[in-house]
């Protein structure tokens, strides 16, 4: 393991011990639980209760601290781009007239509220196993360290609602603008042979297909969260969840068959890698970068480099139209690595983006090695 990376290591179990010991001693309970918690493999990205503590609970200087926890797990600019994220939920507030109160968690619906993201640490920070993450709407970060070493950094999402927003006659935000320009730039780029295989339905699904499932899993389709909605009936929750779903399929004219192209499968769809010219694989590289360069410099360029490794067998999925604010999706999947991209919901103005290994989120498949090894 390189300095930097020690280096990064130290300061992540640093930062989590400050909050942590910032903290008074009901909080604490809350927010530090073993690191053999079930909760480490659940997680979200709709505007729900995420566990552990909220912002809204804290100081402004415990803020701060967890805040400095999210950054020791992001680049600078990644640090950036989660803050406006979660600064876009004052303006889906404004939007909604400010109707929905704010402060502590109201049971598991908060509404679209800054200060509603969670920080948890698992175990104890600098020992042999911990991790600790970071979560609310459209951000969530999660790390697992093992003996010293990063040895997951996945799930890592982000989102925006809105996608692409004016800020006067010549600013727009757009918070996940390089994912979805490099991308398009990409199956523009294919000739006619290509992006028949590239194109895997003429509409796209109304989510990422794996949702927010805590184990990637063969033949997924997108479903939405029934934590969403707040103390209604169970079979209310359902009817009005297929509602939403057949509401935004309806619109795309998605069929059956579409939904069934769309599927997660573990042999990958889309085109190869292997059959992109150079200039192409060019495009692919820097796409991948927008995923990877979320993370501190050092652990960035361990994971693009495995990902370089095993670019021949990369796939590149996409459904739904091509020209900029029709709905689409695109994935990138091969050998431990799945990206997704979807930006249907809101009339192709919400994004959302996810970077998962299928094989060891959470740091699953290590860990195993590990205990086995201990025992």
Not at 72 to 88: D, F
Not at 112 to 139: I, L, T
Not at 196 to 221: C, H, L, M, T
Not at 344 to 355: F, R, Y
Request: glycine share 6%; aromatic share 8%; charged share 20%.
């Amino acid at each position: 393991m390189s300095v930097a990376t020690k280096e990064t290591v130290a300061q992540m179990a640093e930062a989590a011990s400050d909050w942590l010991a910032s903290l008074p001693e009901e909080l604490r309970a809350k927010a530090n639980p073993p690191f053999a918690d079930p909760r480490r493999e659940i997680w979200y990205y709709t505007p729900t209760n995420h566990e552990g503590i909220p912002m809204a609970d804290l100081t402004m200087r415990q803020v701060q601290l967890a805040h400095r926890l999210l950054a020791s797990g992001l680049s600078l600019p990644a640090y950036r781009r989660a803050t406006v994220i979660m600064n876009l939920e004052a303006w889906q507030d404004a939007l909604g007239g400010w109707r929905t109160p704010r402060g502590s968690v109201r049971g598991v619906m908060h509404g679209q509220d800054p200060a509603m993201y969670f920080a948890m640490v698992f175990g104890e920070p600098g020992s042999e196993a911990w991790g600790w993450r970071f979560g609310g709407h459209h951000v969530s970060a999660h790390n697992t360290i093992i003996n010293g070493e990063i040895v997951s950094v996945t799930p890592t999402f982000f989102g925006a609602n809105p996608h692409e927003a004016e800020l006067s006659d010549y600013q727009t935000l757009r918070p996940v603008a390089g994912e979805e320009d490099l991308a398009r730039e990409l199956i523009h780029s294919l000739d006619t042979t290509q992006r028949a295989s590239a194109i895997i339905s003429k509409a796209a699904p109304f989510d990422i297909v794996q949702s927010n499932r805590p184990r990637v899993e063969d033949g997924a389709e997108p479903e939405w969260i029934a934590r969403v909605f707040n103390g209604l009936p169970e079979q209310d929750v359902a009817d009005r969840l297929t509602l939403m779903q057949n509401d935004l399929d309806a619109r795309q004219s998605m069929t059956d068959s579409d939904r069934k192209a769309a599927q997660y499968s573990v042999t990958p769809k889309g085109l190869p890698a292997s059959a992109m010219s150079e200039a192409q694989v060019v495009i692919l590289e820097h796409l991948l970068r927008e995923y990877t360069n979320r993370l501190p410099a050092p652990i960035a360029a361990k994971e693009h480099a495995r990902l370089m490794d095993i670019l021949p067998n990369l796939h590149f999925a996409w459904a739904g139209g091509i020209e900029r604010k029709q709905p689409h999706y695109y994935r990138l999947q091969g050998p431990r690595v799945l990206i997704e991209y979807d930006c249907v919901q809101n009339d192709a103005n919400h994004s959302h983006t996810v970077w998962r290994d299928p094989e060891g989120d959470f740091g699953r498949d290590l860990l195993a090695e590990h205990y086995a090894a201990a025992h």
